[in-house]
């Protein structure tokens, strides 16, 4: 080796390793205490505060740099002046406990310019919540004093012959009893409504009165439904229709129980996002793919296939086989003429029997000019 860039070489690991060795040490600023717990904390009582005092036990000024968090609710404060040896210096850390109800950590990691190992500072302590409003508590509106839960709830999987259900409470905020009903504008047999436990509609609240509502979704073992079910229940208050009603979606699936022979598909998809780019609309069709592979050891039975908006088409059909070990190519084919300007983010929605993980999703991004 040439002896010039031997040294360059030798100099070079010796900085590093010097580095190396003082990001190691400990920082010569020495903290009275490295945590810090607040104890019970009433959430409606604002940001609370903790001072953690140093000294400076080196011989060399020091400089915080930096206080960093992870969290929004813990906000450290410091001076950036030159700390002299034996000098004392703070850090304020304050906490907002709104909304943060429960027990809590957060760390505070402070870097200096010695280039010591940063210091780690902790504040804790327990978020008691606070009493909430009847409106925050039930913060849907559906008129003549009826509040609700939510208008919306999502199953996620609703797999066949299992029934699940959800409680969604209702309350009367008026100073006259009211009459209230769900209505199912959908009735595809997928979702009910009733009164917790065993009631039905309509019913009729007190004033103040509440009552829990009762979602359920089931599909016999043998349906033949797959993918996205949805179903909007309308919301009558005295026999008037509410401009809010309750939605209620799922995404159909086989039984995910394991099987008695212990073979199952498993579906894997060597992309998350396919991106067509620039897309012109005068242009001809392009088509992007991916591959579907079944590293299970049993067939893979594609159940649905969705989201293909205007302009869209997948080769991947539901009811098509992917045989144990088999990569499928998926083409997606854009026909730029029908689509409209601008930017576009679309999601492929693929149901298979994979127990596991019944649904794939892949996003399809474009622009078209």
């Known amino acids: 080796m040439d002896a010039g860039i ?3 070489t030798s100099f070079c690991m010796a900085v590093m390793l010097w580095l190396s060795v003082a990001a190691q040490q400990p920082s010569v600023l020495k903290f009275e205490e490295s945590r810090y717990d607040f104890g019970d904390i009433r959430e409606e009582d604002g940001r609370k505060i903790h001072i953690f005092n140093f000294r400076n036990t080196g011989s060399e000024p020091v400089v915080i740099i930096s206080a960093s968090t992870t969290c929004g609710c813990t906000v450290p404060t410091f001076s950036r002046k030159p700390v002299m040896p034996s000098q004392q210096g703070s850090i304020e850390v304050s906490f907002d406990p709104a909304d943060r109800p429960g027990f809590f950590e957060k760390k505070i990691v402070v870097t200096t310019s010695e280039g010591g190992e940063p210091v780690r500072l902790f504040v804790s302590g327990r978020v008691l919540p606070r009493k909430k409003s009847v409106d925050e508590l039930y913060p849907v509106y559906a008129g003549e004093g009826l509040r609700l839960e939510t208008c919306f709830h999502s199953f996620a999987y609703v797999e ?3 029934r699940v259900q959800t409680s969604i409470g209702a309350v009367n905020t008026s100073k006259r009893p009211l009459r209230f009903e769900l209505v199912n504008e959908s009735a595809s047999g ?5 009164l917790s436990p065993d009631g039905t509609f309509p019913v009729t609240l007190d004033a103040g009165g509440s009552a829990d509502i009762t ?12 993918g996205t079910v949805t179903e ?5 208050v005295n026999g008037r229709r509410s401009d809010i009603g309750l939605t209620v979606t799922g995404i159909a699936v086989d039984n995910r129980d394991e099987r008695e022979d212990n073979s199952v598909p498993k579906a894997e998809i060597n992309k998350n996002i396919v991106k067509f780019g620039v897309v012109k609309r005068g242009g001809s069709r392009r088509t992007e793919s991916f591959d579907l592979v079944n590293t299970g050891d049993a067939p893979l039975m594609i159940r649905a296939v969705e989201g ?9 059909l539901a009811g098509d086989s992917v045989a144990a070990g088999e990569r499928r190519r998926v083409d997606i084919t854009v026909e730029p003429s029908v689509r409209g300007s601008g930017p576009s983010v679309e999601h492929l929605r693929i149901v298979t029997d994979d127990p596991v ?7 399809v991004t474009m622009m078209v000019e």
Request: positive net charge; charged residues 25%.
């Open 6 to 8: 031997y040294k360059i």
């Open 160 to 162: 066949h012959g299992k």
């Open 190 to 194: 997928v979702f009910s409504a009733s």
């Open 215 to 226: 979602v359920s979704a089931w599909l016999p073992e043998e349906s033949r439904i797959y």
């Open 232 to 236: 909007h229940f309308a919301v009558k």
């Open 308 to 316: 293909c908006g205007s302009g869209l088409s997948v080769s991947l």
């Open 357 to 363: 993980r019944p649904l794939r999703d892949v996003k």
